[in-house]
């Protein structure tokens, strides 16, 4: 089945509720007229005067409303968060925290996702669909992966609508996120030092201790990345407990562990089961993770927002997975826009890039039993969780939700963007519905060559 399809009939009709958003429409309406409709659950947030920062986080009077109705009101701390989209975009994303009246970290449950206190506001800019994150990050959870949960919403800050975001759960660990144990730091040795370790391969943010990176904020590998031609190397920076929290024995005992697992990986020995990678990985947690970022051809697989984490007496496991907003063909550079090459690959397309990818990747593709498990749990995927009727229909269950509140019309009048090149942008519709259109034809022509692909590894 196209991925075209499904949606002729519903498409025609877009243009005539108002959301097939070209440059002329984009100019019409007000923010009055798009905050007071019923819609989305809509976030109000008032910073009383004071500047937003990237750090620290800065008090907020907060109420959600959800048709009408508030559903929530207190404080919340807010920051800006994200490396080169805070950067880049007038359209800006948001650390929240929920706070009490003494701006203290409370945890409260929010449009019906688990109680906590850290969460994100992200707002889509670049990705003009609106939907490449809330769509795999689904995707992660039905195949059984924790993805952060997410939902469409609306924001008002400072009475300035900001147009459409996704309300989402922030990585870290917690027994509904990432659920591993918490390490206390009079646990350095025995069986306490071994986990929970949340490491990230990523650009440094927020507080790391120092500038770039250091041995307060991070370890780094001792196998050079593949075709690597300036001396880069990988990093792999302490995300829990973090740069501030961990103690010199718990350094010790992940980066030691890591390093253990790579000089297995690069052994000739590497496919043994005893001696090789295995003692030191959750094999099937590294499918899925090479999967999901095959399947959306991630810019930045592998090489940056790439998590993974160890519990206590456990073996590494790869993931959760974040940020595609520059996947699914959203991005015109090495490769990212093709639907014919492997995201493992990046470093032989550019290999002068600072961040590249480790060498893991292309070593586990030469183990016949790893590329064994791989193709049968993409059959199995495939069959259920990945098919293309699936996919669909997690796509026009997002489009009929931003469509029937109006969300595509608010979002592009408030910036408007439809027709213009946005960093980094493979394609430029001059309409909502030919961006969205790109993207599923993007996906079945990316399906189409990585049936045949895996196959043949």
Not at 11 to 33: P, R, S
Not at 52 to 60: C, F, G, L, Q, R
Request: aromatic letters at 14%; one cysteine or more.
């Amino acid at each position: 089945m196209r991925f075209q399809t499904v949606f002729f009939l519903m498409v025609l009709c877009v243009g005539c509720n108002g959301d097939d958003v070209d440059q002329t429409t984009q100019q019409e309406g007000t923010n009055e007229e798009q905050t007071e409709k019923d819609g989305l659950p809509h976030f109000y947030m008032d910073t009383k005067g004071e500047q937003i920062v990237d750090e620290p986080k800065i008090s907020s009077d907060a109420r959600i409303e959800e048709n009408g109705t508030i559903i929530f009101q207190g404080n919340m701390g807010i920051e800006f968060r994200g490396a080169s989209s805070q950067a880049l975009f007038p359209k800006k994303s948001y650390g929240l925290e929920t706070w009490d009246e003494s701006n203290n970290d409370i945890d409260v449950s929010l449009l019906g996702l688990p109680e906590e206190e850290d969460w994100i506001l992200y707002g889509p800019y670049s990705d003009k669909t609106l939907m490449r994150n809330i769509l795999i990050y689904d995707l992660s959870r039905e195949m059984g992966r924790y993805a952060s949960r997410g939902k469409f919403v609306d924001l008002t800050l400072n009475d300035n609508y900001q147009g459409v975001y996704i309300f989402m759960e922030k990585l870290k660990r917690d027994g509904q996120r990432i659920d591993i144990n918490k390490l206390k730091e009079d646990e350095i040795s025995g069986d306490d030092v071994t986990g929970g370790y949340i490491l990230k391969i990523d650009k440094t943010a927020g507080n790391n201790l120092g500038e770039g990176y250091n041995v307060h904020n991070s370890f780094v590998s001792a196998h050079a990345p593949p075709h690597a031609t300036q001396d880069q190397k990988v990093y792999f920076l302490y995300e829990y407990p973090d740069a501030e929290d961990i103690v010199p024995e718990q350094k010790d005992y992940i980066s030691q562990y890591i390093t253990d697992f790579e000089n297995a990986l690069a052994s000739e020995d590497f496919t043994d089961a005893e001696h090789g990678y295995n003692a030191y990985i959750d094999v099937d947690s590294f499918i899925d993770f090479f999967i999901l970022n095959e399947v959306a051809n991630n810019v930045d697989a592998y090489r940056l927002s790439t998590f993974m984490h160890k519990e206590k007496n456990g073996k590494l496991h790869m993931g959760p997975i974040w940020d595609f907003n520059l996947a699914f063909g959203n991005a015109n550079y090495c490769g990212g826009g093709d639907t014919q090459v492997w995201a493992y690959k990046f470093n032989e397309r550019c290999p002068e890039d600072f961040w590249l990818v480790p060498f893991w990747w292309e070593r586990l593709l030469q183990d016949p039993l790893f590329v064994s498990r791989l193709k049968n749990r993409w059959i199995e995927l495939r069959g259920n969780q990945l098919s293309n009727e699936r996919i669909e229909a997690h796509i026009e269950g997002y489009l009929t939700t931003l469509e029937d509140t109006g969300s595509i019309q608010s979002n592009f009048t408030t910036w408007p963007i439809i027709g213009t090149y946005i960093w980094p942008n493979n394609h430029v519709g001059n309409s909502y519905k030919s961006d969205l259109d790109y993207m599923r034809n993007w996906l079945e022509n990316r399906f189409l060559w990585l049936d045949n692909a895996i196959e043949q590894l």
